[in-house]
């Protein structure tokens, strides 16, 4: 079992459907993160829920929903999309210090990702 | 100046051959250094840290240079199995959860 899942890997979706992409993490990390990655440009963070509390959004437009029920799963519901939404998005959980003294390693367990195409 | 910047490439090296990539970055006040390798159509993973001292992992070789603000990984012997792209990554700091990539540097090896 792979340590974290993304469902669907790949979904076609118009711009007046309401769809979610799923994560889960078996890797008992306590951080999990939503990233879009669209062609020639950086991965671009969206969301960072820690201890299931959202902690970070970096102003991402309304129409992406972020949805963290537990440490083990993640969900972005997407709706009224536009094709410049096409993209990978990847879900990625980390293990995070508790208290912000103490510094990030830095890695990241990503997803394989789930390619959104907007029509 | 963008954050963390890259030469995109594509460096198409033959077998053997050894590669440097370089990396900079804005944030003087960053932290802690990544190396990502995101292989085609797959997800990216972490490929080492970047260490003051520089450090070395086999065949790779990574460097920090704070003064100057650049990173660079060192490929030596390089083997078809190395072809990915390669993403600089930039911690900006304890209690922040952002880490700041780069858009990657395309390696391809050639036999």
């Known amino acids: 079992e792979t340590g974290v899942t993304q469902t669907p890997r790949h979904l076609v979706m118009g711009m007046t459907n309401k769809k979610s992409l799923k994560c889960e993490q078996h890797l008992g990390h306590n951080a999990m993160y939503w990233y879009k990655q669209s062609a020639k440009k950086p991965l671009e963070l969206m969301f960072v829920y820690s201890l299931e509390e959202r902690v970070e959004n970096n102003s991402v437009p309304s129409r992406f929903s972020p949805e963290c029920p537990n440490s083990s799963h993640l969900f972005l519901h997407l709706h009224t999309l536009q094709p410049e939404d096409s993209a990978l998005y990847l879900c990625a959980s980390s293990q995070r210090s508790r208290g912000p003294e103490y510094p990030n390693t830095g890695e990241l367990f990503f997803g394989e990702g789930s390619r959104l195409t907007v029509l | 100046r963008k954050e963390v910047e890259q030469d995109p490439g594509p460096f198409n090296v033959p077998e053997g051959a050894t590669v440097a990539f370089n990396c900079t970055y804005s944030?003087?006040?960053?932290?802690?250094f990544f190396w990502y390798r995101q292989d085609c159509r797959k997800e990216p993973k972490l490929l080492m840290s970047?260490?003051?001292s520089g450090n070395e992992d086999g065949r790779f070789t990574a460097q920090l240079n704070r003064a100057s603000q650049y990173i660079s990984l060192l490929i030596r012997d390089s083997k078809l199995s190395d072809s990915a792209t390669y993403l600089c990554?930039?911690?900006?700091?304890?209690?922040?959860?952002?880490?700041?990539f780069g858009k990657g540097t395309k390696l391809s090896v050639i036999p």
């Open positions: 990554v930039v911690y900006s700091g304890a209690g922040s959860y952002q880490l700041t």
């Open positions: 970047v260490y003051s």
């Open positions: 944030n003087s006040a960053s932290q802690s």
